[in-house]
T-cell receptor, first 116, second 119 residues
Framework: KAGVTQTPRYLIKTRGQQVTLSCSPI?????VSWYQQTPGQGLQFLFE???????NKGNFPGRFSGRQFSNSRSEMNVSTLELGDSALYLC???????????????FGQGTRLTVV | AQTVTQSQPEMSVQEAETVTLSCTYD???????LFWYKQPPSRQMILVIR??????QNATENRFSVNFQKAAKSFSLKISDSQLGDTAMYFC????????????????FGQGTILTVHP
């Protein structure tokens, strides 16, 4: 069974630009969550999608947005990039059934975003 | 809101020895899950072990075991017979259980402990 796939693995963008990151969950997993990892702030929750709907959102500005498609693949978009957005962005998928207990999250290898 | 604290930024251990990583958390929830994740230099986050709060028995996975003290809100990870491949950043994480709320899928992480296993 293929794991969680994130593309691209590395990105370099300029301040003010926007970027879209992609995450393909494990087959059968309908929940996708996104996390930002930085040396200073550690791992912080961005948002979770389930059945194409955002179910939960962390404390990030509106420049950070996401969506989920009918095949459960998810994209995360960051607009008007700032230097502080440089981070490793991790995607996690889990096999969640409606509002039942979530199972453990399986992570992708992340996208390293550098804003210059 | 939940918080997770890992008070040991770095730890080191000799190969084949045992090491314990500490984690404390704060929550008013009664139904939740606790996890230990490992992140090696490759950056791939790997689940090491999980513990359901309603279970009194401590979870074990081969060389990895936890000491879950619910009243003290403590969740330590013991690694026995340490191997060079155990060198990684270890994160303790919390997830709310099925409370009908909006925290599904949200993991709250500690700051991490860098573990180095020396030959």
């Amino acid at each position: 069974k293929a794991g969680v796939t994130q593309t691209p693995r590395y990105l370099i963008k300029t301040r003010g630009q926007q970027v879209t990151l992609s995450c393909s969950p494990i087959s059968g997993h309908r929940s996708v969550s996104w996390y930002q990892q930085t040396p200073g702030q550690g791992l912080q929750f961005l948002f979770e999608y389930f059945s194409e709907t955002q179910r939960n959102k962390g404390n990030f500005p509106g420049r950070f947005s996401g969506r989920q498609f009918s095949n459960s693949r998810s994209e995360m978009n960051v607009s008007t990039l700032e230097l502080g957005d440089s981070a490793l962005y991790l995607c996690a998928s889990s096999h969640r059934i409606a509002y039942s207990m979530n199972t453990e999250a399986f992570f992708g290898q992340g996208t390293r975003l550098t804003v210059v | 809101a939940q918080t997770v604290t890992q008070s040991q930024p770095e730890m080191s251990v000799q190969e084949a020895e045992t090491v314990t990583l500490s984690c404390t958390y704060d929550t008013s929830e009664n139904n939740y899950y606790l996890f230990w994740y490992k992140q090696p230099p490759s950056r791939q986050m790997i689940l090491v072990i999980r513990q359901e709060a309603y279970k009194q028995q401590n979870a074990t996975e081969n060389r990895f075991s936890v000491n879950f003290q619910k009243a003290a809100k403590s969740f330590s990870l013991k690694i026995s017979d340490s191997q060079l491949g155990d060198t990684a950043m270890y994160f303790c994480a919390f997830m709310r259980g099925n409370a009908g709320g909006t925290s599904y899928g949200k993991l709250t992480f500690g700051q991490g402990t860098i573990l180095t296993v020396h030959p």
